[in-house]
DNA sequence: CAATCAATCTTGACAGTGTCAAAATATCGT
DNA sequence: ACGATATTTTGACACTGTCAAGATTGATTG
């Protein structure tokens, strides 16, 4: 499945090199998070030289901005599902069920996840032009999303759809960090945070 | 002012270099992270060899924990303030100042604040013990402030203190991290996302 | 089909890292 | 004054990212 289109991306000596290094990559990195990856133990791992990983990456921060692109396309991916869901079910129900997925995306992938929205690329590293863009993008669909609920008068909005959506989405994230790294709760108490957390957002008749 | 009690700790051959060390790490990691705060570097710029801090930290990673604790004490600190206030002004002016206060904080030590919450110690590392007992006191102590709130029906709260907490901590670390990491916002837009997350979570005639 | 060329990969090298073991030094209590 | 103990240093090892230069391969063109 995964070799059958193995000519889109041009086979070289090794065969593709950059899909296998992307994929080892993002493996190693859930394990152990992105500092236990190491470009040689890479290269290793995949049984090429130290150095074959830097004709497709200029550099080991360049490789952590591709494994981040991938996590992009899943919550996009996620938020799409939602687009398709909403003509037929109820919108607070989608949103509610939103934040559990994308709670239990985020903590299946934690190492991944820390990679799109932590310091290390955005504050230390410097994030590639096409993962800035596949950000903003997302966060685009996010706000595309919460204008729709606002105007539905599904969820609480004194203010601007752009600061209503900044909230919703600090919290969103907020309670991922909390999660992923385990403090001041358990991975347990996950769904009754979450819930916790809709309500305050939602504007239910209480 | 630092020397004048510098026998408490006793004095060894360079003077007190545990203070020291922890002084200027900090700074180090202020301007650069905790990626950029090499223990041997550290030792230099202090003037002693490069394994001399082993004798006061037992890691790079308890050098960390202990950057850690002093950014705990800090905002132990914030929340004693809210309890002098408590007494003679309204809750729901002291919340909303709390969190402009706490994410100001954050925001002007940043790195000492991903330290204190990030996945570098809590994931990765190994927590200190004290730097656990202190992160849960400072826990308590805010749980303890949102009992306070809810009771006097400042805030919103459909579910127990403890889910309330959690939830209202995650929004105002999650809104931290969002400008921290300069992550679809600006630093500019800080005081109006501030008030927009009070505005969610307050319980006020709207 | 052969020769050139560019893409791909390897080897060697350098400066930097955390940290352990053992040796050296200074300070303190007696 | 002396011996014990706390403090610091030197040496060493196995790692790390990444650059420059050379070797190899596959594709392209004459």
Redesign the interface.
Known sequence: MKQTDAHNTRHYHHGDLYPTLLHAATDIISE??S??LSMRKLADRVGVSRTAPYHHFKDKNALLCAIAEQGFKNVERLLEEVRVREKTESLSVIFTEYFHHYIKLAYQN?EQY?LM???EI???GSPTESLQTI?RQH?KSWLNWIERLSEQDVI?T??SPL??A??C???????C??L??????EQS?LD??A???V???LKKP?
Chains 1, 2 share one sequence.
């Not at 992923?180 to 709760?185: A, Q």
């Open positions: 152990g998070g500092e236990s934690r820390d929205f932590g310091r955005w504050r230390h950000s966060f609480r004194d203010d600061r209503t900044q909230v989405w600090a919290t969103l994230h907020g309670l960090r909390l992923n790294d385990g403090i001041y709760t108490q009754e945070i819930n916790a957390a309500e305050m957002m209480h």
